[in-house]
């Protein structure tokens, strides 16, 4: 079973940028689609949103309608890593961010398509 560690969440002002990492404990990452997620504060699990996806090769990837513009999600499988870039950021995209891995290569938004989840980093954009 593939275990996912999320990294470089933290406190940026309105208008900053992130970069947020996921490494993999396993190469079958490389035939894996990939997402990120948030979690909103007060929110529970099952309301968990999508943020971006990213198929197994890099070559397709999906956005929210929220996100779009501003973050972009990337993956290097020599590295067993997926990187999620957050620019322009808002009070609105503070969560915990989660990072995901799905078994079928294609990306995917649904929730439920993923089978394995990391612990989530905090991200919180100050006004």
């Known amino acids: 079973q593939v275990q996912l560690v999320e990294s470089g969440g933290g406190l940026v002002q309105a208008g900053g940028s992130l970069r947020l990492s996921c490494a993999a404990s396993e190469r079958t990452f490389s035939t894996y689609a990939m997402g990120w997620f948030r979690q909103a504060p007060g929110k529970e699990r099952k309301e968990r949103d999508f943020?971006?996806?990213?198929?197994?090769?890099?070559?397709?990837?999906l956005y929210a309608d929220s996100v779009k513009g501003r973050f972009t999600i990337s993956r290097d499988n020599a590295a067993i890593t997926v990187y999620l870039q957050m620019n322009s950021l808002k009070p609105e995209d503070t969560a915990v961010y989660y990072c995901a891995a799905s078994v079928p290569g294609y990306g995917t938004r649904l929730r439920d398509d993923y089978n394995y989840w990391g612990q989530g980093t905090q991200v919180t954009v100050s006004s």
């Open positions: 943020v971006a996806g990213i198929n197994w090769n890099g070559g397709s990837t």
